[in-house]
């Protein structure tokens, strides 16, 4: 008896420390993005990457129970693992990345969180190696300076429970920098939000970045 009480007593206090909140997350990402919360995929940018100038904001709102780990994979367009677009034309080039998101109590519109330097972001896919690839008249992926870097997604890096603890911290840029462009201004941003990226806006191609909203 003593044990079943004890039991029921625990389980009781664990239901009182979750609190659901209903959660409106704003996102903009140069070019593709998808977000969970918890291991949970909660939205995915329905523009696909392979859709030139696919930038796009999006809101949804969706149901956690806090604290909640809020993991995104945000993705640069490039044709292949030279981290280059348009390749073969005159306008070949490395692309640039962005990232911007805000996540509010649904009822009340209050900023829970937001892309700042406080968040983790790691580099999955670097590339070129030197700028110069964007130069080359016939690039080839993984010689010379068209090397990259690849890094297969850890497991479960959208679960709460993992440790991102050696993460790199996520990199701040200027408007000015990063040149946001469609669907940005459809939405009113937070001061406290900030562009974030890896350290290069044109060689950093995919990311995974994790933050956590506890109240």
């Known amino acids: 008896m003593r044990f079943i009480l004890a039991v029921t007593t625990a389980l009781a206090a664990c239901a009182?420390?979750?609190?659901?909140?209903d959660i409106t997350a704003d996102i903009w990402v140069d070019n593709w993005f998808t977000v969970y919360a918890n291991g949970e995929m909660v939205m995915e940018d329905p523009v696909s990457i392979?859709?030139?100038r696919s930038f796009n904001?999006?809101?949804?709102?969706?149901?956690?129970?806090?604290?909640?780990?809020?993991?995104?994979?945000a993705k640069d367009f490039k044709e292949n693992e030279s981290g280059l677009e348009y390749i073969g034309t005159g306008r070949q080039q490395m692309g640039d990345g962005g990232m911007i998101a805000q996540f509010k109590d649904?009822?009340?519109?209050?900023?829970?969180?937001?892309?700042?330097a406080s968040m983790k972001c790691l580099v999955v896919q670097h590339a070129p190696i030197e700028p110069s690839c964007e130069d080359e008249t016939n690039p080839v992926a993984g010689e010379g300076a068209c090397g990259f870097i690849a890094t297969d997604l850890p497991a479960d890096w959208t679960s709460p429970e993992f440790d991102d603890s050696d993460w790199p911290a996520a990199i701040v840029h200027s408007a000015?920098?990063?040149?946001p462009k469609d669907g940005y201004d459809e939405i009113t941003w937070d001061d406290s939000a900030e562009l974030v990226w890896?350290?290069?806006?044109?060689?950093?191609?995919?990311?995974?970045?994790?933050?956590?909203?506890?109240e």
Request: proline share 3%; with cysteine; hydrophobic share 40%.
């Open 198 to 214: 890896g350290e290069s806006l044109k060689q950093d191609n995919t990311l995974l970045c994790r933050l956590t909203i506890s």
């Open 106 to 116: 649904a009822p009340t519109g209050n900023i829970l969180a937001v892309t700042d």
């Open 57 to 73: 904001a999006e809101t949804e709102t969706f149901s956690v129970d806090l604290p909640v780990v809020i993991a995104i994979q």
């Open 176 to 179: 000015a920098d990063v040149g």
């Open 50 to 52: 392979t859709i030139e």
């Open 16 to 21: 009182a420390q979750a609190e659901t909140r």
